[in-house]
């Protein structure tokens, strides 16, 4: 579904993205872990072909088609859905007016009626008020408040991709659980494949990931599966040099 | 002194919409809002009076095109005024606004926004006038225009206060298309001209007065 070969990323002449491969089939749940300047981040406005996020080498395939040169809403259109780590504020411009472009720019039916009845269900799962709708994107809105609004978007351009960038942070217990529970029934619903970045165990133990994946320096370090996520909230991104250096000393004594 | 001869105009209390004739004073008694405004002709000079305790909503989206209008406003005692203008403007407009603040008690405000169409040319000049001796007033006029290529837009906001007793803000801010808007909005599959154009409309659109619910 997703391919990543080998990409690199330069931000202002800086190298972030050092060689990245990564592979996530169709219906697979991904996690990305990593310490903060890793690039993580990187990798889902390299995707979404973030401006000024130059691609230097590699290819981003999805769904066997190279969209390492497309723009950012034809991938968007091609059903992937980004939610950025921190979502931004529009002023002038409501929830409802963005959504029904975009929805009509992806050729999907707005009309008026469907649409309020949709957003009304869709308010009750997010338990979210339904005049956000007629909000400016974002403005004044909590952080929180902000992530669920971002799932809004999800459930009424139904993607077949998710990219998530710490959709859980800032979010206070109640939150985490009804993001998480919108994102199994999602899941469940239309077997959409997601790469979630957190650094949270919560949000993994409720949508048991396939793989888990630890970033290191623009390069995946280590992969594996839950257990890898349990060590590293038990053990920090550090405990592998940790580990060297006391098995080095012990040796030379 | 003026030395024009006024058309006067009472504002109906159904008269949501409202199409400004050359040449006419309106005056306010009560309470009035008005959802829309027109421009007919190209030169205008026009006066509203919010006579005392009156009070005067207007929020609307503006076409201008080859207009020249000379906006007086007069507030009384106890009066209110909102004025929303939110003006897409094409080929050479010039507008002033002047908004005199006569008495006691008044909370007048104007919020302008302004966008151009490609090769267009407006001057937008907005002046605030608060009278000697008066008290307890209360002013805000807050401008902010689109800066884009191609576009040539200039407003001078200005405020004589000659009371001591008055609580004057006023902003000025220019706006631009910002590439994170942008972005945003074409990773929900819109593409980029359509992005720009809705950034645009809603900015104007902003100054519509909205019933909430
Ligand atoms: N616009 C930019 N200009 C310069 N450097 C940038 C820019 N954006 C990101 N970087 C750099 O790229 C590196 C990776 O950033 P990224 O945001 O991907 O990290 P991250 O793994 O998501 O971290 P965090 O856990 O803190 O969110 C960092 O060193 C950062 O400083
Ligand atoms: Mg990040």
């Known amino acids: 579904m997703l391919e990543i070969k080998n990409l690199k990323i ?43 996020y130059k691609i230097t080498e590699g290819t981003i395939l999805y769904n066997e088609e190279d969209i390492t040169k497309k723009s950012t809403n034809e991938i968007a259109s091609m059903g992937l859905y980004y939610i950025s780590q921190t979502p931004v504020e529009i002023e002038g ?45 974002n403005v004044g809105m909590s ?41 199994k029934e ?9 790469l979630i970045i957190t650094h949270q165990q919560s949000i993994i133990d409720l949508l048991k990931p396939d793989y888990v994946h630890i970033l290191k320096d623009g390069k995946i370090e280590e992969s594996g599966n839950l257990t890898l996520a349990k060590k590293i909230e038990k053990e920090g991104f550090l405990e592998k040099s940790r580990v060297n250096i006391v098995s080095e000393s012990g040796k030379n004594e | 002194m003026n030395k024009l001869k006024w058309n006067i105009e009472e504002l109906g209390k159904d008269k949501e919409e409202l199409e400004l004739k050359d040449n ?15 421009i007919k002709d190209n030169t205008h000079n026009i006066q509203i009076v919010l006579e005392n305790n009156s009070s005067l909503q207007c929020g609307t989206t503006l076409d201008i095109e080859n207009i020249h209008l000379k906006l007086e406003i ?40 302004v966008m151009g169409e490609k090769n267009s040319h407006t001057v937008l000049k907005a002046t605030g006038v608060i009278k000697e001796n008066t008290k307890k007033n209360e002013f805000l006029e807050d401008m902010k225009y689109l800066s884009e290529e191609n576009i040539f837009i200039e407003c001078l906001p200005e405020i004589l206060v000659s009371s001591k007793d008055a609580n004057v803000n006023h902003f ?42």
């Open chain 1, 186 to 194: 999602y899941h469940e619903q239309t077997n959409a494949s997601m």
């Open chain 1, 93 to 137: 411009i409501t929830n409802a007016e963005a959504l029904r472009l975009a929805m009509s720019s992806q050729k999907k039916s707005v009309d008026i009626f469907t649409f309020n009845k949709k957003c009304t269900l869709i308010c009750e799962k997010l338990k979210m008020p339904k005049n956000f709708l007629h909000r400016p994107i």
């Open chain 2, 172 to 213: 000025l801010t220019i706006g631009t298309i910002k590439e994170s808007d942008i972005f945003y909005l074409k990773s929900k599959g819109i593409e980029e001209e359509k992005a720009k154009t809705l950034i645009r409309e809603c900015f104007i659109k902003s100054m519509e007065i909205r019933e909430e619910g």
């Open chain 2, 74 to 113: 007069i507030n009384k005692e106890n009066s209110t005024l909102l004025l929303q203008l939110g003006i897409k403007a094409k080929a050479k407009n010039e507008l002033i606004i002047i908004n005199n603040l006569e008495e006691n008690n008044i909370n007048s405000q104007i919020k302008i926004r």
């Open chain 1, 10 to 52: 330069e931000i202002e002449n800086k190298e972030v993205l050092k060689g990245l491969d990564l592979n996530v089939k169709n219906g697979e749940i991904h996690v990305l872990m990593g310490p903060n300047g890793a690039g993580k981040s990187t990798i889902c406005k390299a995707i979404m072909k973030y401006p000024n």
């Open chain 1, 143 to 183: 952080g929180g408040e902000r992530k669920k609004n971002e799932l809004l978007g999800m459930w009424l351009l139904e993607p077949s991709f998710l990219l998530l960038d710490e959709i859980d942070s800032g979010l206070d217990v109640d939150a985490i659980k009804i993001v998480s529970e919108n994102l």
């Open chain 2, 24 to 38: 006419t004073k309106y005056i306010i008694l009560g309470t009035r809002k008005v959802k829309r405004l027109k």
